[in-house]
Nanobody
Framework: QVQLVESGGGLLQAGGSLRLSCAAS????????MAWFRQAPGKERELVAA????????YYADSVKGRVTISRDNAKKMVYLQMSSLKPDDTAVYYC????????????????WGQGTQVTISS
């Protein structure tokens, strides 16, 4: 069982930067693939980025590639999403998610979800 708590959302102007954090609890966090999803109003939830258990393999959606970096600190049981050059289209609720398989940045299957953190980008 893993519990996930996101933080770091807020209201920013376009062009700004933001780092989202996800604090995880649970014995086997270090074995899990972790990811960030987002859901904008009226749209489906989409995978933004994923990172394998060791942090060596990463996936980024085309819409954020080059502007976003996912990272993790297994000692602290934390996952981060560093975002820059933010656009109004990045406005969404951002969710942290966990897949109990260790290396599934492709084919990620969310088994656990956080409650989400709102990111709003004004133009």
């Amino acid at each position: 069982q893993v519990q996930l708590v996101e933080s770091g959302g807020g209201l920013l102007q376009a062009g700004g930067s933001l780092r989202l954090s996800c604090a995880a609890s649970g014995r086997f966090f270090n074995d899990y693939t972790m990811a960030w999803f987002r859901q904008a109003p009226g749209k489906e939830r989409e995978l933004v980025a994923a990172i394998d258990w060791g942090g060596e393999s990463k996936y980024y959606a085309d819409s954020v590639k080059g502007r976003v970096t996912i990272s993790r600190d297994n000692a602290k049981k934390m996952v981060y999403l560093q975002m820059s050059s933010l656009k109004p289209d990045d406005t969404a609720v951002y969710y942290c998610a966990a897949d109990s398989r260790p290396s599934t940045v492709v084919g990620f299957r969310a088994e656990y979800w956080g409650q989400g953190t709102q990111v709003t980008i004004s133009s």
